[in-house]
């Protein structure tokens, strides 16, 4: 046998009824020995095949027999079929036996559970009646003691004035009752497990309902974009100075800035404010980022809700054969007279509560098949969503590379831009070196150079050899200080101009 749910037995029972609770610590171990429900068991001669329904609450890491359910049941009225007759019991071996099991949803109450505050809860019912005596005894297993408390209240205080076992006719009517009581809870909670599972759902979907789904923005559009947004901004101080270097005065630069295309730029604004959704008057800020954590999110809400879909669905067929078992206990001719007769009331209103508790389920059905629905169309977008987001990161990926391509072939050329620029200072270095040596011997053969032009003119013309050797003097008493007053002026404008570089650069 494997092994159960934690849990202990309870009993609690009159002359007329006898109950069984076997109950059970969320996630905790067994604690009743297997001698023990054995014992229990055959104590009250429980079916065989209620056995299938405890082996549900084994402990099992995927709960593959969470979702099984039905109902055994078995009738022995004539003296052929009768059971064990144990006086002392009160057992005449005429009576009806039948179990079943049932499941819920129950909001946890402990403080910490508030991440995901319900889960699913299942109870198996053992029921055995009499029909001579009266004897009733139940077998319950559940998880915790909630289905005591209820039995408990109704069969207890002022509360169970409905309730009693001094007939035969009034004890069959209280099993009924009681048999309510477990239809009513697996019925019960499900309208607000439903309207919780539609929050989680539009929580964790609104952003797929709310996003845009457009092809990311070209390069091309980048491009435009950041011209408005610089023609916006006004020229740069680099655009001016090109500007004024270009003979266009600052003015007319601001004018011809100002000509723009409104159609144009209107173009550009609203493929550029295309990026956002509103987001201050109610609205969805646009997010993009959609990943495969999401669709994985979306995806187990959606495992969930078609767990509650099979559980209603099967509490469903369970309540179908507990309400058919006993309309064929009442059309049965072995059926005693006595409790169709005066039993009559109580069962219409038994079959009319399971009826009403059925309808409940079937529109919490509905309403959980439009879940899925919802949540089948949501994931459809999400998946579309991804999608857009992983050709945006190849197309963003791709235009990153273009960009790197483009910014390195922009940096060869301003490399080579820069090698030749530097040649050509380089050359214009040596010429101006040149120019300067020039300029200096020039400047150097000029003094003399003057003299003895003035001194070619008539008024130092020379016929003898004495007027020869004066005016070579004259040449040498002129030229010779012209050429040291030149020098002179030279060297000192070349220290002023270089004092003057100096004062300008510790300004800067």
């Known amino acids: 046998m494997r092994v159960l749910t934690s849990g202990n037995v309870c009993r609690v029972g009159n002359v007329h009824t006898l109950r069984e609770f076997v109950e059970a610590a969320f996630g905790e171990k067994l604690k009743i020995t297997r001698e023990m429900l054995t014992l229990v068991l055959s104590y009250h001669q429980v079916l065989p095949g209620f056995l299938e329904f405890l082996f549900p609450f084994a402990r099992d890491l995927y709960r593959s027999d969470f979702h099984f359910g039905g109902l055994r049941y078995q009738a022995r009225f004539a003296d052929a079929d009768k059971g064990i007759c144990v006086p ?20 946890d109450r402990e403080p910490n559970a508030r991440e995901w505050p319900w889960h699913m809860a299942q109870s198996a019912v053992h029921h055995s009646f009499d029909l001579e005596t009266g004897q009733a005894s139940w ?27 001094l007939t035969l006719e009034k004890a069959f009517a209280s ?9 009513e809870w697996s019925g019960q909670n499900w309208r607000r497990y439903v309207n919780f599972l539609d929050r989680t759902i539009q929580s964790s979907t609104k952003r797929a309902v709310s996003s845009l789904l ?18 916006r901004r006004g020229p740069t101080d680099q655009d001016t100075g090109q500007a004024r270097a270009s003979g266009i005065s600052h003015a007319s630069f601001l004018g011809t800035q100002s000509q723009i295309n409104p159609i144009r730029d209107q173009k550009v604004e609203q493929s550029t404010a295309t990026t956002t ?66 039993c009559r009331g109580e069962l219409d209103l038994f079959q009319r509560r399971i009826k ?46 273009t960009r790197a391509w483009r910014m390195e072939e922009i940096s060869l050329k301003v490399q080579d831009l820069t090698e030749d620029m530097h040649l050509f200072a380089q050359e214009t270095k040596e010429e101006t070196i040149s120019m300067r040596i020039m300029a ?12 003895s032009t003035l001194m070619s003119t008539k008024l130092f013309q020379t016929s003898t050899d004495e007027e020869y050797q004066k005016a070579l003097r004259q040449f040498f008493a002129l030229s010779l200080p012209l050429w040291f007053g ?3 002026l030279w060297y000192l404008l070349e220290r002023y101009k270089r004092a003057n570089a100096k004062r300008s650069k510790s300004r800067r």
């Open 277 to 342: 959704l509103y987001n201050q008057e109610g609205y969805y800020t646009r997010d993009p980022d959609f990943s495969f954590s999401d669709l994985q999110g979306t995806h187990h809400v959606e495992e969930i809700v078609n767990n509650a879909q099979l559980l209603v669905k099967v509490n469903q067929n369970v309540l179908t054969e507990i309400k058919d078992v006993y309309k064929s206990l009442e059309d049965s001719p072995a059926w005693p007279v006595e409790i169709s007769s005066q």
């Open 175 to 183: 099993t009924l009752t009681i048999h309510l009581i477990f239809c």
């Open 214 to 231: 457009e092809p990311p923005v070209t390069m091309r559009q980048e491009q435009t974009a950041a011209n408005v947004r610089q023609r």
């Open 486 to 488: 030149t020098i002179l």
């Open 88 to 107: 002392e019991r009160g057992w005449s071996g005429r009576d009806i036996r039948l179990c079943y099991n049932l499941k819920s949803v129950e909001h």
């Open 356 to 401: 009403s508790i059925k309808n409940d389920m079937a529109i919490q059905q509905s309403r959980i098949e439009n879940l899925l629905t919802r949540i089948s169309d949501r994931k459809s977008l999400v998946r579309i969503l991804d999608q857009q987001n992983i050709q945006m990161g190849k197309q963003q990926a791709k235009q990153a590379d």
């Open 440 to 451: 200096f011997v020039a400047l150097l053969f000029l003094p003399g150079t003057f003299t």
């Open 139 to 165: 077998v319950i297993v559940k998880g915790d003691a909630r289905l005591q408390r209820r039995i408990k209240s109704a069969t207890r205080g002022p509360s169970s004035v409905g309730l009693s076992f």
